[in-house]
């Protein structure tokens, strides 16, 4: 996940990008709105995050035109005040934290708002001859229909979002139980596995390769 970040505060820029970093996000980083829309020009973050008060071009008008190219926006800023709420919201903001915040409550809005978007705009999701309708729960592979668990088709949607890419274990457990999840890693273990023997049962067109050390990724004979 690719987060743009846009502070002209460069020691506010750069704790947020450590705490994203540490969290396994890429990072953007811009001064100003210019700077911001020069980088969406080249790659749309997943999500930005935007000081409301910045010379030249202030956040809520940062925030209008990133909304029009489809980014959500959590704006962060030192002001409290209702009003300014208010325009943020109506400028199409997604969520507000004011100044001074605590990092973990950045990092919980920040993946609310993600999973908001990942359940409104993934309902269909192809990789090879798998398709997962998320609107519906099926999981079909030609005229084969898979019957899954809840939480093994979370998993699922979110390995074949992104086919043949590495998902770090983390991010997996994140993604699919939540981020205040306080249960170890044996749990994605069990789901893997699952997944594998399910997968294997269509003549293996999909699998679940392990990338030790790392996390998981999901193969087709298309990729």
Request: charged share 30%; aromatic share 10%.
């Given at each position: 996940m690719n987060i743009l970040v846009v502070d002209d505060d460069p020691h506010i820029l750069e704790l947020v990008a450590i705490h994203l970093t540490q969290a396994r996000y890429t990072v953007q980083k811009a001064l100003n709105g210019m700077e911001a829309l020069a980088l969406l020009e080249k790659n749309v973050p997943d999500l930005a995050v935007v000081d409301v008060m910045m010379p030249g071009m202030d956040g809520f008008t940062l925030t209008k035109k990133l909304r029009e190219a489809d980014v959500p926006?959590?704006?962060?800023?030192?002001?409290?005040?209702?009003?300014?709420?208010?325009?943020?919201?109506?400028?199409?903001?997604?969520d507000y934290v004011v100044k001074p915040?605590?990092?973990?409550?950045?990092?919980?809005?920040?993946?609310?708002?993600?999973?908001?978007?990942?359940?409104?705009?993934?309902?269909?999701?192809?990789?090879?001859?798998?398709?997962?309708?998320?609107?519906?729960?099926?999981?079909?592979v030609g005229n084969k229909v898979l019957l899954l668990p809840?939480?093994?088709?979370?998993?699922?949607?979110?390995?074949?979002?992104?086919?043949?890419?590495?998902?770090?274990?983390?991010?997996?457990?994140?993604?699919?139980?939540?981020?205040?999840?306080?249960?170890?890693?044996?749990?994605?273990?069990?789901?893997?596995?699952?997944l594998r023997d399910k997968l294997a049962s269509l003549g293996d067109p999909v699998r679940i390769t392990t990338m030790r050390g790392v996390g998981y990724k999901l193969e087709t004979d298309d990729v």
């Open positions: 926006v959590l704006l962060l800023t030192a002001k409290g005040e209702l009003e300014d709420k208010e325009k943020g919201f109506l400028a199409g903001s997604d915040f605590e990092p973990k409550e950045l990092l919980f809005r920040i993946n609310a708002i993600l999973r908001r978007y990942d359940k409104a705009v993934g309902v269909q999701i192809e990789a090879g001859p798998l398709q997962i309708n998320r609107q519906s729960y099926e999981v079909t809840l939480k093994e088709f979370e998993l699922l949607s979110v390995l074949a979002s992104k086919p043949n890419h590495v998902f770090e274990r983390d991010f997996l457990i994140e993604r699919v139980w939540g981020y205040d999840y306080a249960g170890d890693e044996q749990t994605l273990n069990v789901h893997v596995k699952r």
